[in-house]
């Protein structure tokens, strides 16, 4: 009978004269020694560790990476997830890393080392690491492996590699923790457009040549790839001297970052979003790229690095696109294919099969008809999205259509990347490079939510230090795929611009139509009632252009007959047949007569309104002022015509351009004007700047003079304050500025209000002190106290004094700023207004003689005067001048 060796139970000691200790699982530390075996069917224990000693207390709070996983008693276990568990005053919090979202929370006041076990709200966890607060705070975690290089080491682990074995034990998990991770977009970081077999490699003594010389001193040549295929050689890509020679410094430095970023040089992803301000030139840095891209490759004998591009573009910019091929390459060097309406029933397989063409412009919606036609061929290379804030969602169709070309080289050319809100920005984000903030869910939790909340009034210390780090760190991770520059790198280039905000006061008749609206049983319904609000704010917006505005239903948002046979009886009929009661008109009417006649320049007017276009129209007839006009009824193939003839005639032949904001509110360079007035506001602050772009652009020879109209006190004085929130979110993100808070929620519910105090409600939420004298001064808190002792001792002062004596008006006034600035809280208001100078237009028009100071800060003889007429309706003004 065959006798196999005596082999010891396992729970037998070995001998103690062996040297070898028995296979043991891995300590946590030096002296590691558990308090029991245990058992897989247990629940998870925590395990003290004799260095628990030396950890030191809970200063701060105390952060982990951790494995986490639902108790079960199955016998193969895996880990469902990563996870953060945070620590805080002996009370712990455990975050899904994917999703942001709270799994579990309890009491736990002992310190964790990597290694420990514990059970929290049902889930079994396994510390992984220590994570700093900074880490934690900038919630790098939470945005996947592909964001950083300082992540633990299983964040990005597939749950493949942490399979655990029951008679293992789960200390042995950790071994997988060893594994190179799998990043979350699987990409090569450079690709070899040819196979290696195709070409044999080129002999050592060979060297490549690249297709223009890079010696020149004002050559531009592109950053070489660090790592390089097998059997080929690294070659100098060089941008044609044709298109360099035209390239400023600032777009010589975006044509490098964009090649890097579609070249997967800068971060896990081949995106790229060009946010310069309007007028940069992202035109010709994107054409210089395309023509760079479709000629050359960084690895010697390889086709290019692009065969297709695809343009997309607003309808009313395909001919714009167009027009800047052939302005910088010509006819003959490059096969441009336009689609439009004009020529829809063009072939797409000549673009997609043929070889003559190499670039498709088309717009977003004539994409969403031929989407399917461009998958065929050997596909898009690369996709330009122009004025690509129009992807506001993710469902958005035409993102939908871009994202059915499976083209992994996706840039985003837009002035306003953030318009309204972070989910936006991620939404674009995400669409150039897919997956690199991690989930939407977890994005909104850890990031949208934690910045948006640290920039109200009433934030806690701990909302504002997790609001900056979050804020920091998104900045960082975008910076390294978006280009942003703004106006101020011109100022060398064009001519400086001035930016006045007019505050106009209401007509009487005006005022009273306004106070009637608000008044009527319909308005108090509306509070209740999200639908019939939006219907009831288009109504006081045309009563801010004019009353009589009510009586048109033309415009593009159409009130319903049945609420305007409700409140139109609320207003006189003479008000209703006349523009007479319009403020924002009265004053128009006088800015150009007085531009007219004292000076040679044109003017830009835009509105949102097809109406209010129509009632301009018809003060310029009056006036006999000749005009040309671009609104949504404009065919596509007239409106370049018409910008040109506009921007070559002289003023006695078209002095004024109507431009509806909507329709040509973007793309189009109207140089021929250097004077632009918005005669109505958007809830969207990308719709003005967009607009007030128009006329300071390349080519502009003239200073600039930009006029934007409000009624103070109504629903335009709101719009105003809530596009300078959206704004500051803006500047915060995009710009890389300090974070500044914002208006609490209710006053931006406090729209259905006429505020008819002779103050002006913008520059009293300011806090600031200059009482419309001139430049801001913003109070601190030592100044604040002052002003407040100051205060008691002047209103002690009346008590002394005779009630004929009292400015009754003044004291109310007084009071009641103080009481707006007591609901904004102690930190500081709308940062963006302070670097605008304030002027009460009565003190302007009071005093006999305007100082020096004044004149040169407002920067504007013709608004001067305008303001300064005694019958005028300007109450308030702000300026701004980058002179």
């Known amino acids: 009978m065959f006798k196999k060796p005596f082999r010891p139970p396992s729970f037998v000691r070995p001998d103690a004269h062996s040297s070898a200790p028995p296979q043991k699982k891995r300590r946590t530390s030096s002296g590691a020694v558990p308090e029991r075996v245990r058992d897989d069917t247990d629940p998870a224990l925590l395990l003290t560790n004799a260095a628990h000693a030396s950890v030191p207390a809970d200063q701060g709070g105390r952060y982990y990476t951790v494995l986490w996983r639902k108790c079960t008693t199955k016998k193969n276990k895996t880990w469902d997830g990563d996870g953060v568990l945070a620590i805080t005053n002996g009370y712990a919090v455990l975050l899904d890393s994917d999703t942001g979202k709270e799994l579990g929370k309890g009491a736990c006041a002992r310190p964790l080392l990597p290694g420990s076990t514990l059970s929290l709200g049902g889930k079994e966890l396994e510390i992984d690491s220590v994570m700093s607060k900074e880490d934690y705070l900038s919630g790098r975690f939470f945005l996947g492996s592909t964001t950083t290089n300082s ?72 950053k070489r790839p660090t790592l390089c295929p097998k059997g080929k050689q690294i070659v100098d890509v060089v941008v044609d001297p044709i298109l360099t020679r035209h390239l400023r410094d600032h777009q010589r430095e975006g044509v490098r970052f964009l090649y890097e ?28 790229l395309l023509w760079t891209l479709l000629k050359q490759n960084p690895y010697s004998e390889s086709q290019p690095v692009v065969t297709k591009a695809l343009i997309v573009c607003p309808a009313g910019l395909v001919e714009n696109w167009r027009r800047e091929f052939r302005k910088w390459l010509g006819n003959e060097r490059i096969g441009v294919f336009v689609l439009d309406k004009s020529n829809k029933d063009k072939k797409i397989t000549n673009f997609t099969m043929g070889k003559a063409y190499n670039v498709m412009i088309v717009g977003y919606e004539m994409l969403r008809v031929v989407q399917d036609e461009l998958k065929k061929g050997a596909g898009v290379d690369i996709v330009i999205a122009d004025e690509g804030h129009r992807l506001k969602t993710a469902n958005n169709k035409a993102m939908l259509a871009i994202q059915s070309l499976n083209t992994e080289r996706r840039i985003i050319l837009s002035g306003t990347p953030l318009q309204n809100d972070l989910s936006e920005f991620y939404t674009a984000i995400d669409f150039v490079n897919p997956g690199l903030l991690g989930k939407r869910s977890a994005f909104k939790r850890e990031f949208e939510n934690p910045i948006l909340r640290s920039r109200q009034p009433g934030a806690s210390e701990a909302e504002l230090e997790k609001g900056e780090a979050r804020w920091k760190e998104l900045v960082s991770l975008t910076s390294q795929f978006m280009i942003r520059r703004t106006a101020d790198v011109l100022s060398k280039y064009l001519p400086p611009k001035t930016e006045h905000i007019v505050f106009c006061t209401p007509t009487v008749a005006q005022a009273s139509a306004y106070r009637n609206v608000l008044s009527s049983p319909i308005f108090r319904m509306a509070y209740g009632n999200n639908d019939m609000a939006l219907q009831l704010i288009t109504v006081l917006k045309k009563l801010c252009n004019s009353p009589s505005l009510l009586k048109s239903s033309k415009d593009g948002d159409e ?78 193939a007239k409106r370049q015509p018409l910008v040109e003839k506009f921007n070559r005639s002289d003023p006695k032949s078209s002095f004024a351009f109507l431009l509806s904001a909507k329709s040509g509110g973007v793309g189009l360079n109207l140089i021929g004007a250097s004077r632009i007035v918005l005669f109505d506001l958007d809830w969207n602050p990308a719709t003005d700047l967009q607009a007030m772009a128009r006329i300071h652009r390349d080519g502009q020879k003239l200073p600039c003079k930009i006029y934007r109209f409000l009624v103070q006190g109504a629903l335009d004085e709101k719009i105003f304050q809530r596009q300078i929130v959206k704004m500051g979110l803006a500047n915060a993100v995009v710009d890389h500025k300090a974070s500044a808070a ?61 009630a004929s004596q009292v400015d009754m008006e003044a004291q109310e006034m007084r009071l009641e700023r103080r009481r707006m600035q007591g609901r904004q809280g102690e930190q500081p208001r709308l940062r963006m207004l302070k670097e605008y100078a304030h002027f009460d237009a009565r003190l302007l028009r009071d005093a006999e003689d305007l100082d020096d100071e004044v004149v040169a800060l407002v920067d504007d003889d013709v608004l001067l005067e305008v303001v300064r007429e005694q019958d005028s309706r300007v109450g308030y003004l702000m300026t701004k001048s980058s002179s």
């Open 742 to 802: 914002g208006f609490s929620q209710e006053e931006l519910r406090d729209l259905f209000r006429l505020d008819e105090r002779g103050s002006c409600q913008t520059h009293d939420l300011l806090g600031c002190t200059c009482e419309g004298r001139g430049m801001p001064e913003m109070e601190t808190a030592g100044e604040e106290e002052v002003e407040d002792c100051e205060g008691e001792e002047h209103e002690a002062l009346f008590w002394l004094q005779k």
């Open 261 to 288: 970023c579609v070249m997967g040089m800068r971060c896990e992803g081949e995106g790229a979003i060009m946010a310069d301000e309007m007028g940069l030139g992202k035109t010709l840095q994107t054409i210089t």
């Open 151 to 222: 992540a633990p080491p299983s964040a990005g682990m597939s749950k493949a590699y942490r399979t655990v074995s029951a008679s293992s034990g789960s200390r042995n998990a950790n071994v997988a923790c060893d594994v190179p991770r799998k990043p979350a977009i699987a990409r090569k970081q450079f690709k070899t457009p040819v196979l290696n077999s195709a070409v044999p490699p080129k002999s050592s003594s060979s060297v490549p040549q690249p297709r223009h010389d890079p010696s020149p001193p004002n050559a531009l040549v592109m």
């Open 559 to 636: 009130t319903p007959s049945e609420l305007l046979q409700n409140l139109v009886p609320l207003i006189p009929a003479n008000v209703l047949s006349s523009h007479a009661s319009s403020t924002k008109l009265r004053v128009l009417d006088s800015l150009l007569h007085k531009i007219y006649t004292t000076t040679k320049e044109k003017v830009v007017i835009v509105s949102n309104y097809t109406a209010t276009l129509n009632m301009i129209e018809r003060l310029l007839t009056s006036l006999s002022y000749t005009f040309l006009r671009l609104d949504g009824s404009t065919p596509a």
